[in-house]
């Protein structure tokens, strides 16, 4: 089992920046790629950014490539995900996921966290 712990959320506006951590427990966390989505009221839940167990491979949906940046600190059993150039459309419920491999796939991950919460204001 992987317990995952997500902060960081909160309200900013658009424009601004965010960074969010999810905290990992249980097994070895460097064993794991790890996965961030999200899901905005109303809508599935959606792919944003995945990295590979040792950070050498990423991958990002097309809304947020180039402005959302997903690392990992294996020392901390931490996945981050900072967020810049925020807008109003990023506004969601934030999750982190642990899964075997990297990938947009959000039924491939086996662990979630329960989710933080990032509104972005125009």
């Known amino acids: 089992q992987v317990q995952l712990v997500e902060s960081g959320g909160g309200l900013v506006q658009a424009g601004g920046s965010l960074k969010l951590s999810c905290a990992a427990s249980g097994r070895t966390f460097s064993d794991y790629a790890m996965g961030w989505f999200r899901q905005a009221p109303g809508k599935e839940r959606e792919f944003v950014a995945a990295?590979?167990?040792?950070?050498?491979?990423?991958k990002y949906a097309d809304s947020v490539n180039g402005r959302f940046t997903i690392s990992r600190d294996n020392a901390k059993n931490t996945v981050y995900l900072q967020m810049n150039s925020l807008k109003p459309e990023d506004t969601a419920l934030y999750y982190c996921?642990?899964?075997?491999?990297?990938?947009?796939?959000?039924?491939?991950?086996?662990?979630w966290g329960q989710g933080t919460q990032v509104t972005v204001s125009s």
């Open positions: 996921a642990a899964g075997r491999v990297v990938t947009t796939i959000s039924r491939l991950y086996n662990y």
């Open positions: 990295i590979g167990w040792s950070g050498g491979s990423t």
